[in-house]
């Protein structure tokens, strides 16, 4: 079975400083993983994905991942925050890239910006 | 950038009364899937749907769930009849490939 585990309901930072939100997964061959970020009122929009090719992945904003199978982790990072930066981020593991199937979230972190 | 739509933004309706929850997603894109979040709590998988038919449902989406491709851009999510726990936000989502999902802004469904 998989699963994924944000490690953290709530990181608060202040502007231009490191942002790091934790994802842990749990999958029994090799995932696919996601990070969604969701801003208030909106719909969900892909930051970034790994699918098995490079490990650290850049998406969009600033943000990457790394994929580290040691740790089974996909942690994302961005140097600086920015206000804009303020959402909800789901971390997000795809069972299989070979069938329709269901994506499982995590719980979710809520980003804060402090100015 | 092509992207997901839905309508309405936010539906209120009656308990016990039908709903569809419409999105029209991206034009080429071959699977199709709902979600819905209630409030507080995760992202949860619906179902999913190719080729004209469910691949995958979860135990969610039971007798009072329906989904349909009715024409060659939209897709539909009916609730046949509304309980109060069907309140939520409920997201659809496309994709080429099937691990890749891009979300529409979702409904915003209030039973009453």
């Known amino acids: 079975a998989q699963s994924v585990t944000q490690l953290d309901s709530h990181v608060s930072v202040s502007e231009g400083t490191p942002v790091l939100l934790r994802c842990n997964y749990s999958?029994?061959?090799?995932?696919?993983l996601f990070w969604y970020v969701q801003h208030p009122n909106k719909g969900l929009q892909l930051l970034l994905k790994?699918?098995?090719?490079?490990?650290l992945v850049k998406g969009i904003n600033g943000f990457e991942a790394e994929f580290k199978k040691s740790e089974t982790s996909f942690h994302l990072t961005k140097p600086s925050a920015h206000m804009s930066d303020a959402a909800e981020y789901f971390c997000?593991?795809?069972?299989?890239?070979?069938?329709?199937?269901?994506?499982?979230f995590g719980s979710g972190t809520r980003l804060s910006i402090r100015p | 950038e092509p992207e997901v739509t839905q309508t309405p933004s936010h539906q209120v309706t009656q308990m016990g009364q039908e709903v569809i929850l419409r999105c029209v997603p991206i034009s080429n894109h071959l699977y199709f899937y709902w979600y819905r979040q209630i409030l507080g709590q995760k992202v949860e998988f619906l179902v999913s749907f190719y080729n004209n038919e469910i691949s995958e449902k979860s135990e969610i989406f039971d007798d009072q769930f329906s989904v349909e491709r009715p024409d060659g851009s939209n897709f539909t999510l009916k609730i046949r009849s509304t309980k109060l726990e069907d309140s939520a936000m409920y997201f659809c989502?496309?994709?080429?490939?099937?691990?890749?999902?891009?979300f529409g802004p979702g409904t915003r469904l209030t039973v009453t």
């Open positions: 989502a496309s994709s080429m490939k099937p691990y890749e999902q891009y």
């Open positions: 999958s029994s061959y090799s995932p696919s």
């Open positions: 997000v593991v795809s069972p299989s890239y070979s069938s329709a199937s269901k994506i499982i």
């Open positions: 790994y699918t098995s090719a490079a490990t």
